[in-house]
């Protein structure tokens, strides 16, 4: 009895056991260490106390592990029952940075999606991080440190249904594209109605300017033969209707919708540019091993011809928005040459190589291969119309001012009060005014503004052509700083036999020793 009443007691008892780090976790932190483990090893660890009750201890604990490379810390993706963290993100930058992952087949570095979709570097981080959040991506992180993001094939329908906003915004797309298709027509059809109620309201009043029954019937008789004008109108309208048709089918517009073009336009042909830009400039970056130099770029940028270069060809403050966008920083060669190195853009997940360090040839031929000599920018058209269309719609406009002209006289010579359709038309007259003016003068200044805008942009074109053609025939001293920067350049593909730790699995099932461990830390500090 009292060998069992002792046990119970012992058993019933609390024991408090202060938990020590092992050794090592004293150690200064690495300063190249591509993870580190939780706890940070610089912070004391508190004590835990485990409480064993009545003979039974608790299940093991796994400890939390965090890897981390520079300000990416792994779990902190996996946001169970949070707010969509994509719907954040601009509609832009997402739908590019999704276009890049899928392009580069869901594995994808920083520096890949950077370069693909020509975001900033921080942009496209924040957009994986999102991403790996909302659709149950995983972080790879290799030997050196680099951080590679990792999406399911589903990725997309996972988003979907979670994305409220994903759900709505082709709907508010679809109602954005009718608004400005029902605009463009009410504007055409407004041209026509116009027309009749001015010429309707010009034969109401000239019928009932005269007492005299001979002339009322002359009138009569002569209004009976004007209100074919209408009616002509819809005839001619309807008659030239299969024509439309063909335009319509050739050039995707009717001839409703030539009205507005005609006076407003058809939109900025460069719609975009400055995203294909970035595109451009980071493909070149990438597939040139991250080191280029300022030549290289001018083709992509506002610079002027090398003709007109009025302050010294030293200067390549052009290249600073680029240093910016995609974090790289000067550098000089043995020769003096200043070359500019893209870290970010050196590193990729793609498939290609063998995952050891590719040097890019020195040969010319390699230089600009799979990337678009310059950036050309299209020239704005007065009107998409074609010239039968852009007559048809002068002539009716100009029909519009004449009988707006003749109506405003006949209002002033009126001397008795008017009512019914006259009535209608006097109030709407300023409205009817307006419409008929701005016809024609909205053109005109826009023909006046397309005119040096164009010039502008043919200057622009030229002066990025010439800069391109200084590439492809470099004199000797720009074909040895060319030449330089490929020599320099490095492009290193990250293989998944260098993933050394994945958010995939916990830490424990990846079943790494210790002594491997040791002896890649060993390396990092011999580093």
């Given at each position: 009895?009292?060998?069992?009443?002792?046990?119970?007691?012992?058993?019933?008892?609390?024991?408090?056991?202060?938990?020590?780090?092992?050794?090592?976790?004293?150690?200064?932190?690495?300063?190249?260490?591509?993870?580190?483990?939780?706890?940070?090893?610089?912070?004391?660890?508190?004590?835990?106390?485990?409480?064993?009750?009545n003979g039974r201890l608790p299940p093991p604990c796994r400890p939390s592990v965090k890897a981390r490379a520079g300000a990416i810390e792994a779990p902190?993706?996996?946001?169970?029952?949070?707010?969509?963290?994509?719907?954040?993100?601009?509609?832009?930058?997402?739908?590019?940075?999704?276009?890049?992952?899928?392009?580069?087949?869901?594995?994808?570095?920083?520096?890949?999606?950077?370069?693909?979709?020509?975001?900033?570097?921080?942009?496209?981080?924040?957009?994986?991080?999102?991403?790996?959040?909302?659709?149950?991506?995983?972080?790879?992180?290799?030997?050196?440190?680099?951080?590679?993001?990792?999406?399911?094939?589903?990725?997309?329908?996972?988003?979907?249904?979670?994305?409220?906003?994903?759900?709505?915004?082709?709907?508010?797309?679809?109602?954005?594209?009718?608004?400005?298709?029902?605009?463009?027509?009410?504007?055409?059809?407004?041209?026509?109605?116009?027309?009749?109620?001015?010429?309707?309201?010009?034969?109401?009043?000239?019928?009932?300017?005269?007492?005299?029954?001979?002339?009322?019937?002359?009138?009569?008789?002569?209004?009976?033969?004007?209100?074919?004008?209408?009616?002509?109108?819809?005839?001619?309208?309807?008659?030239?209707?299969?024509?439309?048709?063909?335009?319509?089918?050739?050039?995707?517009?009717?001839?409703?919708?030539?009205?507005?073009?005609?006076?407003?336009?058809?939109?900025?042909?460069?719609?975009?540019?400055?995203?294909?830009?970035?595109?451009?400039?980071?493909?070149?970056?990438?597939?040139?091993?991250?080191?280029?130099?300022?030549?290289?770029?001018?083709?992509?940028?506002?610079?002027?011809?090398?003709?007109?270069?009025?302050?010294?060809?030293?200067?390549?403050?052009?290249?600073?928005?680029?240093?910016?966008?995609?974090?790289?920083?000067?550098?000089?060669?043995?020769?003096?040459?200043?070359?500019?190195?893209?870290?970010?853009?050196?590193?990729?997940?793609?498939?290609?190589?063998?995952?050891?360090?590719?040097?890019?040839?020195?040969?010319?031929?390699?230089?600009?291969?799979?990337?678009?000599?310059?950036?050309?920018?299209?020239?704005?058209?007065?009107?998409?119309?074609?010239?039968?269309?852009?007559?048809?719609?002068?002539?009716?406009?100009?029909?519009?001012?004449?009988?707006?002209?003749?109506?405003?006289?006949?209002?002033?010579?009126?001397?008795?009060?008017?009512?019914?359709?006259?009535?209608?038309?006097?109030?709407?007259?300023?409205?009817?005014?307006?419409?008929?003016?701005?016809?024609?003068?909205?053109?005109?200044?826009?023909?006046?503004?397309?005119?040096?805008?164009?010039?502008?942009?043919?200057?622009?074109?030229?002066?990025?052509?010439?800069?391109?053609?200084?590439?492809?025939?470099?004199?000797?001293?720009?074909?040895?700083?060319?030449?330089?920067?490929?020599?320099?350049?490095?492009?290193?593909?990250?293989?998944?036999?260098?993933?050394?730790?994945?958010?995939?699995?916990?830490?424990?099932?990846?079943?790494?020793?210790?002594?491997?461990?040791?002896?890649?830390?060993?390396?990092?500090?011999?580093?």
């Amino acid at each position: 009895m009292a060998a069992t009443a002792t046990a119970t007691a012992a058993a019933s008892l609390s024991l408090h056991l202060r938990l020590r780090p092992p050794p090592h976790a004293h150690r200064s932190p690495l300063r190249h260490a591509p993870f580190l483990l939780s706890p940070s090893p610089s912070t004391p660890w508190p004590p835990h106390h485990l409480h064993v009750a009545n003979g039974r201890l608790p299940p093991p604990c796994r400890p939390s592990v965090k890897a981390r490379a520079g300000a990416i810390e792994a779990p902190s993706l996996a946001r169970l029952g949070g707010a969509v963290e994509t719907d954040r993100l601009p509609a832009d930058v997402r739908d590019r940075a999704m276009d890049a992952v899928d392009y580069l087949g869901g594995r994808v570095t920083i520096g890949d999606v950077a370069s693909r979709a020509g975001l900033q570097i921080d942009q496209a981080e924040r957009a994986l991080q999102a991403l790996a959040a909302d659709t149950g991506g995983f972080l790879e992180v290799s030997g050196e440190g680099e951080v590679l993001y990792v999406f399911p094939e589903d990725y997309r329908a996972k988003l979907a249904g979670k994305s409220f906003r994903m759900r709505v915004e082709p709907l508010v797309d679809k109602a954005k594209e009718a608004g400005a298709y029902l605009a463009r027509v009410s504007f055409g059809t407004a041209l026509v109605a116009s027309i009749v109620l001015v010429y309707a309201t010009i034969i109401a009043i000239l019928s009932s300017s005269s007492s005299d029954e001979d002339n009322r019937g002359r009138r009569r008789r002569s209004y009976g033969s004007t209100m074919f004008l209408p009616t002509d109108l819809f005839w001619y309208l309807d008659a030239g209707s299969s024509r439309r048709r063909r335009v319509e089918k050739d050039k995707g517009m009717s001839f409703i919708e030539s009205v507005f073009s005609f006076v407003f336009g058809n939109g900025d042909p460069n719609d975009g540019l400055e995203e294909r830009r970035w595109k451009m400039i980071g493909q070149y970056i990438s597939s040139n091993g991250g080191v280029v130099t300022a030549e290289e770029l001018a083709p992509y940028l506002d610079v002027p011809a090398p003709a007109e270069q009025t302050n010294s060809k030293d200067d390549e403050s052009f290249i600073l928005p680029v240093l910016l966008r995609f974090q790289g920083h000067p550098l000089v060669d043995d020769q003096g040459n200043i070359l500019y190195r893209f870290p970010s853009l050196q590193r990729t997940a793609s498939s290609k190589g063998g995952g050891s360090r590719e040097y890019v040839g020195t040969r010319w031929s390699t230089m600009s291969s799979g990337v678009e000599k310059f950036m050309e920018e299209k020239p704005w058209e007065f009107s998409e119309a074609n010239a039968l269309e852009r007559a048809m719609v002068a002539g009716l406009g100009g029909l519009n001012l004449f009988g707006v002209i003749i109506l405003g006289n006949l209002l002033k010579q009126m001397t008795m009060t008017p009512g019914g359709l006259i009535s209608f038309a006097a109030q709407l007259f300023p409205l009817l005014q307006i419409y008929a003016g701005s016809f024609f003068a909205i053109p005109l200044f826009r023909w006046l503004l397309l005119r040096k805008t164009n010039n502008d942009i043919a200057r622009r074109n030229k002066a990025r052509e010439e800069r391109a053609q200084e590439l492809l025939s470099p004199e000797p001293s720009l074909r040895r700083k060319l030449l330089s920067a490929r020599d320099m350049a490095q492009w290193k593909v990250i293989t998944p036999g260098e993933i050394v730790y994945t958010t995939e699995k916990d830490l424990l099932d990846q079943k790494y020793e210790v002594r491997e461990w040791e002896r890649r830390f060993k390396k990092l500090e011999s580093d």
